[in-house]
Nanobody
Framework: QVHVVESGGGLVQPGGSLRLSCGTSGSVSSIWRMAWYRQAPGQRRELVASITNGGITNYADSVEGRFTISRDNANNTVYLQLNSLKPEDTAVYYC?????????WGQGTQVTVSS
């Protein structure tokens, strides 16, 4: 079992920045990939960014160059730095921990981009 907890969401103006954090606990050694997803009202959940144990990152086209995913292995934490935020980035952001057999999700954190 892996426990996942996100934090760091909030209200920010267009062009602003936020940093989301995702802490994990439990069987963290079984995780091979961490990722951030987001879901806007009435939309499907979409992959925003991911990072493997080997440090390979992947980004959605819509956030490439603006968002950065990183990990602190010593503290079992993954971060998502959100820069140059746009109103269309407004969504609930979810952290995902993937093991060989299961996906674990956090409860989500709201990011609202509005003036």
């Amino acid at each position: 079992q892996v426990h996942v907890v996100e934090s760091g969401g909030g209200l920010v103006q267009p062009g602003g920045s936020l940093r989301l954090s995702c802490g994990t606990s439990g069987s963290v050694s079984s995780i091979w990939r961490m990722a951030w997803y987001r879901q806007a009202p009435g939309q499907r959940r979409e992959l925003v960014a991911s990072i493997t144990n080997g440090g390979i990152t992947n980004y959605a086209d819509s956030v490439e160059g603006r968002f950065t995913i990183s990990r602190d292995n010593a503290n079992n934490t993954v971060y998502l730095q959100l820069n140059s935020l746009k109103p269309e980035d407004t969504a609930v952001y979810y952290c995902n921990a993937k093991t060989q057999y299961c996906d674990y999700w956090g409860q989500g954190t709201q990011v609202t981009v509005s003036s």
